[in-house]
């Protein structure tokens, strides 16, 4: 049970340039989310997925995209990376929304030069 | 709107020291409470949560209550020890409200 896993775990771009991040869990859960981590702000919540097929923005969702391809896969797009995307992007699950324990993946750290 | 305020600053504390993190909060309707703590280089993993009032968490020897009253949520430990330094958020989430708050959190550093 390998839990909430994240791709890639570095990546460096340039600005303009876009990528994609993966997210995956195998714990079967409704909910998933995408988070931002700066120094000194806490988490942000981007974007989340209540249950496949629907998407919400967070806080922060200017400058990003995200698809829920299937009830496991939720990924993360900046289709033209600024230097102030760069930060440490987590994936977290629930089985439900987020009064349920929400389950983090290990982090993608990201620097936009 | 929801948030939830941590005091400021790192916590720098000798292996047997007792820890206290405060926590704060303001919320409309009845949030559930959470600490989730971060250790390097790694995800965040929760420590421990109280739904409703008066409620107390409680996860590897550190505990916190739920104080509807003083609208906080203070993290407490009796005796830590080096492998509890790590970052310490503390979060909350309101029943209709679809995400969590979190605090901007708290790095305890232990020293043998």
């Known amino acids: 049970n390998a839990g909430v896993t994240q791709t890639p775990k570095f990546q460096v771009l340039k600005t303009g340039q876009s990528m994609t991040l993966q997210c995956a869990q195998d714990?079967?859960?409704?909910?998933m989310y995408w988070y931002r981590q700066d120094p000194g702000m806490g988490l942000r919540l981007i974007y989340y997925s209540a249950s496949e097929g629907t998407t919400d923005k967070g806080e922060v969702p200017n400058g990003y995209n995200v698809s829920r391809l299937n009830k496991r896969e939720f990924s993360l797009r900046l289709e033209s990376a600024a230097p102030s995307q760069t930060s440490v992007y987590f994936c977290?699950?629930?089985?439900?929304?987020?009064?349920?324990?929400?389950?983090f993946g290990p982090g993608t750290r990201l620097t936009v030069l | 709107g929801d948030s939830v305020t941590q005091m400021e600053g790192p916590v720098t504390l000798s292996e047997e020291a007792f820890l206290t993190i405060n926590c704060t909060y303001t919320?409309?309707?009845?949030?559930?409470l959470f600490w989730y703590v971060q250790y390097p280089g790694e995800g965040l993993q929760l420590l421990l949560k109280a739904t409703k009032a008066d409620d107390k968490g409680s996860n590897k020897g550190f505990e916190a209550t739920y104080r509807k009253e003083t609208t906080s949520f203070h993290l407490e430990k009796g005796s830590v020890q080096v492998s509890d330094s790590a970052v310490y958020f503390c979060a909350l989430s309101v029943r209709g409200n679809n995400r969590l708050a979190f605090g901007k959190g708290n790095q305890v550093v232990v020293i043998p």
């Open positions: 714990m079967n859960h409704n909910s």
């Open positions: 919320a409309t309707g009845y949030p559930s």
């Open positions: 977290a699950s629930s089985l439900g929304l987020a009064a349920d324990t929400q389950y």
